[in-house]
Protein backbone atom coordinates (compact mmCIF):
# COMPACT_ATOMS: atom_id res chain seq x y z
CA UNK A 1 0.00 0.00 0.00
CA UNK A 2 1.15 3.25 -0.76
CA UNK A 3 2.16 5.28 2.38
CA UNK A 4 0.02 8.24 3.38
CA UNK A 5 0.97 11.99 1.82
CA UNK A 6 0.14 15.31 3.55
CA UNK A 7 -1.40 16.70 0.71
CA UNK A 8 -2.35 14.93 -2.99
CA UNK A 9 -3.09 17.06 -6.19
CA UNK A 10 -6.02 16.27 -8.54
CA UNK A 11 -5.22 18.31 -12.04
CA UNK A 12 -8.37 18.46 -14.16
CA UNK A 13 -7.14 18.27 -17.65
CA UNK A 14 -10.22 17.23 -19.88
CA UNK A 15 -11.51 20.28 -21.16
CA UNK A 16 -12.21 19.97 -24.63
CA UNK A 17 -11.61 24.37 -25.61
CA UNK A 18 -14.02 24.34 -27.72
CA UNK A 19 -13.11 28.07 -27.98
CA UNK A 20 -9.90 27.73 -29.22
CA UNK A 21 -11.58 26.18 -32.76
CA UNK A 22 -8.98 23.79 -34.98
CA UNK A 23 -6.43 23.91 -32.21
CA UNK A 24 -8.24 21.88 -30.04
CA UNK A 25 -9.77 19.98 -32.78
CA UNK A 26 -7.45 16.41 -31.71
CA UNK A 27 -6.07 17.59 -28.38
CA UNK A 28 -7.54 18.39 -25.07
CA UNK A 29 -6.33 22.17 -24.34
CA UNK A 30 -4.04 21.28 -22.09
CA UNK A 31 -1.60 19.74 -24.28
CA UNK A 32 -1.82 22.84 -26.80
CA UNK A 33 1.74 24.10 -27.63
CA UNK A 34 3.04 26.89 -25.75
CA UNK A 35 5.88 29.52 -25.53
CA UNK A 36 8.08 27.61 -28.47
CA UNK A 37 8.40 23.99 -26.65
CA UNK A 38 6.04 23.74 -23.43
CA UNK A 39 2.07 22.92 -23.50
CA UNK A 40 -0.26 24.99 -21.51
CA UNK A 41 -0.48 21.64 -18.98
CA UNK A 42 3.65 21.99 -18.22
CA UNK A 43 2.64 24.88 -15.80
CA UNK A 44 0.35 23.40 -13.67
CA UNK A 45 2.70 20.02 -13.52
CA UNK A 46 5.76 22.26 -12.75
CA UNK A 47 4.28 24.39 -10.14
CA UNK A 48 3.17 21.11 -8.55
CA UNK A 49 6.48 19.43 -8.25
CA UNK A 50 8.04 23.28 -7.45
CA UNK A 51 6.03 23.38 -4.70
CA UNK A 52 6.77 19.97 -3.13
CA UNK A 53 3.75 17.99 -3.69
CA UNK A 54 5.07 14.62 -5.26
CA UNK A 55 1.38 12.89 -6.25
CA UNK A 56 -0.66 14.14 -8.34
CA UNK A 57 -3.91 12.37 -10.52
CA UNK A 58 -4.18 13.91 -13.64
CA UNK A 59 -7.74 13.87 -14.71
CA UNK A 60 -8.66 13.00 -18.41
CA UNK A 61 -11.58 12.71 -20.76
CA UNK A 62 -11.66 14.49 -23.98
CA UNK A 63 -9.02 13.27 -26.68
CA UNK A 64 -6.74 12.12 -24.06
CA UNK A 65 -4.11 9.96 -26.25
CA UNK A 66 -1.59 12.35 -26.83
CA UNK A 67 -1.96 14.07 -22.98
CA UNK A 68 -1.85 10.65 -21.73
CA UNK A 69 1.27 10.11 -23.81
CA UNK A 70 2.84 13.10 -23.07
CA UNK A 71 2.70 12.92 -19.32
CA UNK A 72 3.82 8.79 -19.32
CA UNK A 73 5.36 8.32 -15.91
CA UNK A 74 5.64 11.99 -15.14
CA UNK A 75 9.47 11.44 -15.53
CA UNK A 76 10.30 15.38 -17.04
CA UNK A 77 8.73 16.87 -13.96
CA UNK A 78 10.26 14.29 -11.60
CA UNK A 79 6.91 12.69 -10.60
CA UNK A 80 8.66 9.23 -11.86
CA UNK A 81 8.89 7.85 -7.60
CA UNK A 82 8.23 4.79 -6.19
CA UNK A 83 6.20 6.38 -3.28
CA UNK A 84 3.79 9.03 -5.25
CA UNK A 85 3.92 10.06 -8.83
CA UNK A 86 1.45 11.36 -11.40
CA UNK A 87 -0.55 8.80 -12.61
CA UNK A 88 -3.23 9.40 -15.85
CA UNK A 89 -7.39 9.33 -14.12
CA UNK A 90 -9.69 8.66 -17.09
CA UNK A 91 -13.07 8.16 -16.26
CA UNK A 92 -14.31 5.58 -13.94
CA UNK A 93 -15.54 2.56 -14.93
CA UNK A 94 -16.88 -0.13 -12.94
CA UNK A 95 -17.87 -4.11 -14.06
CA UNK A 96 -21.40 -3.20 -15.41
CA UNK A 97 -20.73 0.43 -16.73
CA UNK A 98 -18.56 3.16 -17.38
CA UNK A 99 -19.44 6.69 -17.18
CA UNK A 100 -18.09 10.16 -17.97
CA UNK A 101 -16.98 12.94 -15.20
CA UNK A 102 -20.14 14.91 -15.08
CA UNK A 103 -18.41 17.91 -13.87
CA UNK A 104 -15.34 18.87 -11.91
CA UNK A 105 -16.85 17.63 -8.70
CA UNK A 106 -18.09 14.51 -9.94
CA UNK A 107 -14.34 14.10 -11.60
CA UNK A 108 -13.08 14.14 -7.95
CA UNK A 109 -15.86 11.90 -6.84
CA UNK A 110 -14.93 8.94 -9.41
CA UNK A 111 -11.33 8.62 -7.54
CA UNK A 112 -12.35 8.70 -4.27
CA UNK A 113 -10.39 5.18 -3.69
CA UNK A 114 -7.37 6.57 -5.83
CA UNK A 115 -7.31 9.67 -2.57
CA UNK A 116 -7.95 7.22 0.03
CA UNK A 117 -4.86 5.20 -1.37
CA UNK A 118 -2.65 8.24 0.31
CA UNK A 119 -4.70 9.21 3.05
CA UNK A 120 -3.88 12.84 2.58
CA UNK A 121 -4.90 14.84 4.80
CA UNK A 122 -5.25 17.49 2.43
CA UNK A 123 -6.29 17.90 -1.50
CA UNK A 124 -5.24 20.28 -3.86
CA UNK A 125 -7.65 20.91 -6.90
CA UNK A 126 -6.43 22.11 -10.16
CA UNK A 127 -6.95 23.33 -13.94
CA UNK A 128 -4.44 22.73 -16.49
CA UNK A 129 -5.34 25.31 -19.12
CA UNK A 130 -3.82 28.23 -17.28
CA UNK A 131 -0.15 30.01 -17.58
CA UNK A 132 0.55 31.04 -14.09
CA UNK A 133 3.56 30.35 -11.58
CA UNK A 134 2.73 29.47 -8.05
CA UNK A 135 4.44 28.09 -4.93
CA UNK A 136 1.01 25.66 -3.54
CA UNK A 137 3.20 25.00 -0.23
CA UNK A 138 2.68 28.55 0.60
CA UNK A 139 -1.07 28.52 0.22
CA UNK A 140 -1.27 25.14 1.80
CA UNK A 141 0.82 26.40 4.77
CA UNK A 142 -2.28 29.73 5.29
CA UNK A 143 -4.62 27.20 5.14
CA UNK A 144 -3.21 24.50 8.02
CA UNK A 145 -2.44 27.64 10.29
CA UNK A 146 -6.13 29.08 9.98
CA UNK A 147 -7.72 25.62 10.21
CA UNK A 148 -9.71 25.98 7.35
CA UNK A 149 -12.04 23.26 5.48
CA UNK A 150 -11.51 25.21 1.96
CA UNK A 151 -9.09 27.93 0.52
CA UNK A 152 -9.55 29.22 -2.70
CA UNK A 153 -6.79 31.26 -4.82
CA UNK A 154 -8.25 34.79 -5.73
CA UNK A 155 -6.72 37.43 -7.26
CA UNK A 156 -8.09 40.72 -8.30
CA UNK A 157 -9.58 41.86 -11.47
CA UNK A 158 -11.30 44.53 -13.23
CA UNK A 159 -14.66 45.27 -11.91
CA UNK A 160 -16.21 44.80 -16.04
CA UNK A 161 -14.73 41.30 -16.28
CA UNK A 162 -15.98 39.61 -12.90
CA UNK A 163 -18.52 38.18 -15.09
CA UNK A 164 -16.44 35.72 -16.37
CA UNK A 165 -14.96 34.22 -12.78
CA UNK A 166 -16.25 32.58 -9.57
CA UNK A 167 -16.96 35.55 -7.43
CA UNK A 168 -16.42 36.20 -3.86
CA UNK A 169 -17.16 39.02 -0.36
CA UNK A 170 -14.88 37.88 2.03
CA UNK A 171 -13.72 39.50 5.75
CA UNK A 172 -10.52 41.13 7.06
CA UNK A 173 -9.30 37.89 8.28
CA UNK A 174 -9.91 36.72 4.54
CA UNK A 175 -12.94 34.42 5.60
CA UNK A 176 -15.31 34.09 2.65
CA UNK A 177 -18.56 35.33 3.26
CA UNK A 178 -20.58 35.68 -0.34
CA UNK A 179 -19.37 33.68 -3.28
CA UNK A 180 -21.18 33.39 -6.67
CA UNK A 181 -20.68 31.69 -9.93
CA UNK A 182 -20.08 34.33 -12.94
CA UNK A 183 -22.86 36.55 -11.69
CA UNK A 184 -24.37 39.18 -14.14
CA UNK A 185 -23.44 42.01 -11.77
CA UNK A 186 -20.82 41.33 -9.31
CA UNK A 187 -20.12 43.14 -5.86
CA UNK A 188 -16.50 42.22 -5.72
CA UNK A 189 -13.17 41.98 -7.67
CA UNK A 190 -11.52 39.03 -6.13
CA UNK A 191 -11.92 36.48 -8.53
CA UNK A 192 -11.22 32.26 -7.96
CA UNK A 193 -8.38 31.32 -10.26
CA UNK A 194 -9.93 27.50 -10.41
CA UNK A 195 -7.55 26.46 -7.36
CA UNK A 196 -8.72 24.89 -4.07
CA UNK A 197 -7.24 23.55 -1.15
CA UNK A 198 -9.41 21.91 0.95
CA UNK A 199 -9.31 19.35 3.93
CA UNK A 200 -10.05 15.86 2.33
CA UNK A 201 -12.29 14.29 5.58
CA UNK A 202 -14.33 17.16 4.56
CA UNK A 203 -14.49 17.23 0.85
CA UNK A 204 -15.39 13.48 0.61
CA UNK A 205 -18.19 14.10 2.77
CA UNK A 206 -19.42 17.15 1.06
CA UNK A 207 -18.60 14.97 -2.48
CA UNK A 208 -20.89 11.98 -1.54
CA UNK A 209 -23.89 14.26 -0.65
CA UNK A 210 -23.41 16.11 -4.46
CA UNK A 211 -23.64 12.79 -5.81
CA UNK A 212 -26.65 11.70 -3.90
CA UNK A 213 -28.57 14.80 -5.08
CA UNK A 214 -29.93 14.09 -8.63
CA UNK A 215 -30.42 17.90 -9.11
CA UNK A 216 -26.80 19.12 -8.60
CA UNK A 217 -24.67 20.12 -11.82
CA UNK A 218 -21.88 17.76 -9.63
CA UNK A 219 -19.46 21.43 -10.39
CA UNK A 220 -16.95 22.85 -7.38
CA UNK A 221 -18.16 26.32 -8.42
CA UNK A 222 -22.18 25.60 -8.71
CA UNK A 223 -22.44 22.94 -5.97
CA UNK A 224 -19.73 22.16 -3.59
CA UNK A 225 -18.61 25.55 -2.86
CA UNK A 226 -21.87 27.58 -2.37
CA UNK A 227 -23.33 24.06 -0.28
CA UNK A 228 -20.36 24.62 2.17
CA UNK A 229 -20.65 28.03 2.92
CA UNK A 230 -24.31 27.54 3.47
CA UNK A 231 -23.14 25.37 6.15
CA UNK A 232 -21.06 27.54 7.77
CA UNK A 233 -17.47 25.57 7.01
CA UNK A 234 -14.70 27.49 7.29
CA UNK A 235 -13.64 28.67 3.88
CA UNK A 236 -10.86 31.25 3.39
CA UNK A 237 -9.39 33.29 0.54
CA UNK A 238 -5.84 33.29 -0.39
CA UNK A 239 -4.76 36.38 -2.28
CA UNK A 240 -2.52 35.80 -5.59
CA UNK A 241 -0.70 38.51 -7.16
CA UNK A 242 1.84 37.32 -10.27
CA UNK A 243 1.26 36.80 -13.64
CA UNK A 244 -1.98 34.75 -14.42
CA UNK A 245 -3.73 34.09 -17.42
CA UNK A 246 -6.65 31.46 -18.77
CA UNK A 247 -5.36 31.13 -22.07
CA UNK A 248 -8.97 29.36 -23.16
CA UNK A 249 -9.39 31.52 -26.52
CA UNK A 250 -7.50 32.49 -29.37
CA UNK A 251 -7.12 35.86 -28.38
CA UNK A 252 -5.64 35.05 -24.60
CA UNK A 253 -3.60 32.44 -26.19
CA UNK A 254 -1.79 34.77 -28.32
CA UNK A 255 -1.85 37.42 -25.83
CA UNK A 256 -0.05 35.02 -23.40
CA UNK A 257 2.52 34.21 -26.24
CA UNK A 258 3.32 37.40 -26.57
CA UNK A 259 3.71 38.24 -22.78
CA UNK A 260 6.87 36.20 -23.12
CA UNK A 261 8.46 38.84 -25.14
CA UNK A 262 7.88 42.04 -22.84
CA UNK A 263 9.80 41.68 -19.51
CA UNK A 264 7.55 43.86 -17.97
CA UNK A 265 4.48 41.30 -18.10
CA UNK A 266 5.87 39.11 -14.98
CA UNK A 267 6.05 36.16 -17.52
CA UNK A 268 9.24 35.03 -16.91
CA UNK A 269 10.63 31.43 -18.11
CA UNK A 270 14.40 32.25 -17.07
CA UNK A 271 14.03 32.01 -13.20
CA UNK A 272 16.50 28.97 -11.96
CA UNK A 273 14.51 29.22 -9.13
CA UNK A 274 11.11 28.31 -10.72
CA UNK A 275 11.81 25.83 -14.24
CA UNK A 276 8.63 25.07 -16.02
CA UNK A 277 9.58 21.37 -17.17
CA UNK A 278 8.32 20.14 -19.83
CA UNK A 279 8.96 17.11 -22.14
CA UNK A 280 11.01 17.57 -25.38
CA UNK A 281 12.24 15.45 -28.15
CA UNK A 282 16.05 15.69 -28.81
CA UNK A 283 16.56 18.42 -31.13
CA UNK A 284 19.49 20.16 -32.37
CA UNK A 285 20.45 23.80 -31.22
CA UNK A 286 18.25 26.48 -33.93
CA UNK A 287 20.06 27.70 -37.16
CA UNK A 288 19.94 31.49 -38.11
CA UNK A 289 21.45 32.04 -41.47
CA UNK A 290 23.25 34.32 -43.63
CA UNK A 291 19.82 36.06 -44.67
CA UNK A 292 18.35 35.63 -41.82
CA UNK A 293 16.98 38.49 -39.13
CA UNK A 294 15.22 37.91 -35.50
CA UNK A 295 13.86 40.84 -33.43
CA UNK A 296 12.34 40.31 -30.23
CA UNK A 297 11.75 36.67 -30.54
CA UNK A 298 11.79 33.76 -29.21
CA UNK A 299 13.27 31.04 -31.32
CA UNK A 300 13.25 26.87 -29.85
CA UNK A 301 16.00 24.01 -30.43
CA UNK A 302 15.60 22.31 -34.04
CA UNK A 303 14.72 25.26 -36.35
CA UNK A 304 15.83 26.65 -39.95
CA UNK A 305 15.31 30.21 -39.79
CA UNK A 306 16.22 31.84 -43.39
CA UNK A 307 13.69 34.54 -43.12
CA UNK A 308 12.66 37.52 -41.07
CA UNK A 309 11.16 37.31 -38.00
CA UNK A 310 9.92 40.16 -35.60
CA UNK A 311 8.14 39.83 -32.14
CA UNK A 312 7.60 36.16 -32.37
CA UNK A 313 7.63 33.24 -30.70
CA UNK A 314 9.23 30.73 -33.24
CA UNK A 315 8.36 26.91 -31.69
CA UNK A 316 10.59 23.60 -32.18
CA UNK A 317 11.59 22.55 -35.59
CA UNK A 318 10.05 25.03 -37.56
CA UNK A 319 11.33 25.88 -40.91
CA UNK A 320 11.18 30.06 -42.33
CA UNK A 321 12.54 30.17 -45.51
CA UNK A 322 14.24 32.88 -47.38
CA UNK A 323 11.83 35.64 -48.01
CA UNK A 324 9.43 34.96 -45.27
CA UNK A 325 8.18 37.11 -43.08
CA UNK A 326 7.00 36.87 -39.58
CA UNK A 327 5.13 39.49 -37.53
CA UNK A 328 3.88 39.27 -33.99
CA UNK A 329 2.49 35.97 -34.21
CA UNK A 330 3.37 32.27 -32.51
CA UNK A 331 4.13 29.72 -34.95
CA UNK A 332 3.81 26.44 -33.41
CA UNK A 333 6.36 23.16 -33.67
CA UNK A 334 7.31 21.38 -36.93
CA UNK A 335 5.41 23.97 -39.38
CA UNK A 336 6.74 25.75 -42.70
CA UNK A 337 6.89 28.94 -43.56
CA UNK A 338 7.67 29.27 -47.32
CA UNK A 339 9.46 31.91 -49.32
CA UNK A 340 7.73 35.10 -49.84
CA UNK A 341 4.80 34.51 -47.53
CA UNK A 342 3.96 37.22 -44.68
CA UNK A 343 2.64 35.72 -41.55
CA UNK A 344 1.10 39.03 -39.46
CA UNK A 345 -0.69 38.81 -35.80
CA UNK A 346 -1.47 35.17 -36.19
CA UNK A 347 -1.22 31.51 -34.58
CA UNK A 348 -0.01 28.84 -36.81
CA UNK A 349 -0.61 25.11 -35.50
CA UNK A 350 1.52 22.00 -35.25
CA UNK A 351 2.55 21.04 -38.48
CA UNK A 352 1.29 23.22 -41.01
CA UNK A 353 2.89 23.92 -44.24
CA UNK A 354 2.09 27.29 -45.25
CA UNK A 355 3.32 27.54 -49.36
CA UNK A 356 4.59 30.54 -50.74
CA UNK A 357 3.28 33.88 -51.73
CA UNK A 358 0.81 33.82 -48.95
CA UNK A 359 -0.77 36.60 -46.80
CA UNK A 360 -2.05 35.55 -43.14
CA UNK A 361 -3.44 37.81 -40.74
CA UNK A 362 -3.07 41.35 -41.46
CA UNK A 363 -0.70 44.50 -40.40
CA UNK A 364 -3.38 45.83 -37.55
CA UNK A 365 -4.53 44.39 -34.82
CA UNK A 366 -7.42 45.01 -33.81
CA UNK A 367 -10.92 43.67 -31.49
CA UNK A 368 -14.05 42.89 -32.14
CA UNK A 369 -15.92 42.19 -28.14
CA UNK A 370 -12.68 42.82 -26.00
CA UNK A 371 -10.66 39.83 -28.24
CA UNK A 372 -7.74 40.65 -30.64
CA UNK A 373 -8.69 39.37 -34.71
CA UNK A 374 -6.12 36.49 -34.50
CA UNK A 375 -5.84 34.74 -37.75
CA UNK A 376 -5.55 30.85 -37.20
CA UNK A 377 -3.93 28.52 -39.61
CA UNK A 378 -5.19 24.27 -38.14
CA UNK A 379 -2.35 21.53 -37.31
CA UNK A 380 -1.48 19.84 -40.46
CA UNK A 381 -3.61 22.12 -42.66
CA UNK A 382 -1.48 23.09 -46.49
CA UNK A 383 -2.36 26.57 -46.99
CA UNK A 384 -2.18 26.28 -50.90
CA UNK A 385 0.49 29.37 -52.87
CA UNK A 386 -0.87 32.29 -53.11
CA UNK A 387 -3.82 32.36 -50.13
CA UNK A 388 -5.04 35.30 -48.42
CA UNK A 389 -6.19 34.85 -44.84
CA UNK A 390 -7.98 37.71 -43.17
CA UNK A 391 -7.47 38.84 -39.53
CA UNK A 392 -9.92 36.56 -37.22
CA UNK A 393 -9.98 33.73 -39.96
CA UNK A 394 -9.75 29.98 -38.76
CA UNK A 395 -8.41 27.61 -41.40
CA UNK A 396 -8.17 23.65 -40.77
CA UNK A 397 -8.51 20.35 -42.50
Known sequence: MPGNKQCVAMLLAGGQGTRLGVLTKEVAKPAVPFGGKYRIIDFTLSNTINSDIDTIGVLTQYQPFELNQYIGNGQPWDFD?????????????????????????????????????????????????????????????????????????????????????GI????????????????????????????????????????????????????????????????????????????????????????ANMDLLKPESGLNLYDRSWIIYARNAAEPPHYAGPDSHLFNS???????????IYNSVISTGVIVEKGAKIYDSVIMPNSIIRAGTEVRHAIVGWGAEIMENCKIGENQLCATAGE?????????????KGTIVAAGEMVGN
Open 372 to 384: WKIAVIGPRTQVL
Open 298 to 308: VVSEGGEINGE
Open 168 to 255: MSADKDGRIKEFEEKPKKPKSNKASMGIYIFTWAKLKEYLIKDEEDKTSSNDFGKNIIPNMLKDGQKMYTYDFSGYWKDVGTISSLWE
Open 81 to 165: RLEGGAFVLPPYQTAKSGEWYKGTANAIFQNINFLDRYSPQYVLILSGDHIYKMNYSKMLKEHISKGADCTIAVLNVPLEEASRF
